[in-house]
């Protein structure tokens, strides 16, 4: 088997971290090829990489190094993804969590690494993806908790939905509601009471308050 890993992060010192992980977990592998980035254009081609029945790939990404407009982006991934012998691992930060949900829904094979686990859980969590009986997707010990916590317990933290999401973004390019509204075709009062929901539920009451929330959740 010879094991290919790309690891797309603008944290040099990250990148080489996880290496140093995976490598003490592939000691015996003698086939074993690296490739440390943060070159977007090289990140999609290898999405769209066609792996081998004796290769196996996996493809690393951190969230926060991927371009701005960033569901543009992941849709964009989606689309190229090519599954076969093929793993994606989405690298998140803390301050990413909000968005967990939304993210999972639009990459629902992919697995999912919180950045700030303790040694400890990040081991277990490449064990399991190199163990050839796994079946479904992985996630990293903090996102399981997480996820609990927002099912069992109705958190009042902030979970922002793919439809805010979205809003947000195109926001940020300069648009109005009216605007948006046009472009997409949706009533403006839809798109005026997804904006009103978001601020309520941030305990937000100006817009600059909400552009800079955002942008600390998505920077």
């Known amino acids: 088997m010879r094991y290919q890993f790309f690891l797309y992060d603008k944290n040099i010192f990250y990148s080489q971290g996880i290496k140093m992980v995976i490598t003490s977990l592939l000691a015996e592998q003698a086939d074993v090829l690296y490739s440390l980035t943060d070159d977007y254009d090289q990140l999609l081609a290898q999405l769209q990489r066609q792996v081998n029945d004796e290769g196996c790939m996996w493809i690393l990404?951190?969230?926060d190094s991927l371009p701005q407009e960033r569901l543009h982006t992941l849709q964009l991934m989606k689309e190229f993804y090519q599954h076969e012998n093929k793993s994606l691992i989405m690298l998140l930060s803390k301050h990413n969590m909000p968005l967990f949900f939304a993210l999972y829904s639009l990459l629902p094979t992919?697995?999912?690494?919180?950045?700030?686990?303790?040694?400890?859980?990040?081991?277990?969590?490449?064990?399991?993806?190199?163990?050839?009986?796994?079946?479904?997707?992985?996630?990293?010990?903090?996102?399981?908790?997480?996820?609990?916590?927002?099912?069992?317990?109705?958190?009042?933290?902030?979970?922002?939905?793919?439809?805010?999401?979205?809003?947000?973004?195109?926001?940020?390019?300069?648009?109005?509601?009216?605007?948006?509204?046009?472009?997409?075709?949706?009533?403006?009062?839809?798109?005026?009471?997804?904006?009103?929901h978001l601020m309520k539920r941030l305990n937000i009451r100006s817009n600059i308050a909400l552009f800079s929330a955002f942008r600390g959740i998505m920077p």
């Open 110 to 196: 992919a697995h999912w690494l919180l950045k700030n686990e303790n040694i400890e859980s990040i081991m277990p969590f490449f064990q399991r993806l190199l163990d050839k009986t796994r079946q479904g997707c992985c996630f990293s010990a903090s996102l399981v908790s997480y996820t609990q916590k927002k099912i069992y317990d109705r958190s009042r933290d902030p979970t922002i939905s793919g439809s805010e999401w979205w809003l947000m973004e195109e926001l940020f390019k300069g648009k109005s509601l009216s605007q948006i509204s046009d472009e997409v075709n949706v009533d403006i009062r839809r798109l005026s009471y997804i904006k009103r």
């Open 61 to 63: 990404c951190d969230l």
